[in-house]
Nanobody, 114 residues
Framework: QVQLVESGGGLVQPGGSLRLSCAAS????????MGWYRQAPGKQREFVAR???????NYADSVKGRFTISRDNAKNTVYLQMNNLKPEDTAVYYC????????WGQGTQVTVSS
């Protein structure tokens, strides 16, 4: 059974930083593409960033240059470093394992507000 647990969310002022973590209970973690998505109130869930098993990385245009995704296969964990946060980054952030799978975490709230 796959379990994904996000942590690291919170309240931060505009321009601040947060680091999200997603710990995965999953066999052969290194074989999975891992992704971060977010959902703001009243909006659809949207892609933020992904990292493949080979280490290829993609970002949404809205976060390029500010967010960095990384993974530690030894710890079965994927990270999202978020810098220069903006109020429009406020959302629940979800971790996803795989591309065609339906393996999602429960989400962690990120609020950017002064």
């Amino acid at each position: 059974q796959v379990q994904l647990v996000e942590s690291g969310g919170g309240l931060v002022q505009p321009g601040g930083s947060l680091r999200l973590s997603c710990a995965a209970s999953i066999s052969i973690f290194s074989a999975y593409t891992m992704g971060w998505y977010r959902q703001a109130p009243g909006k659809q869930r949207e892609f933020v960033a992904r990292i493949t098993r080979e280490g290829s990385i993609n970002y949404a245009d809205s976060v390029k240059g500010r967010f960095t995704i990384s993974r530690d296969n030894a710890k079965n964990t994927v990270y999202l470093q978020m810098n220069n946060l903006k109020p429009e980054d406020t959302a629940v952030y979800y971790c996803k394992a795989g591309v065609l799978s339906n393996y999602w975490g429960q989400g962690t709230q990120v609020t950017v507000s002064s």
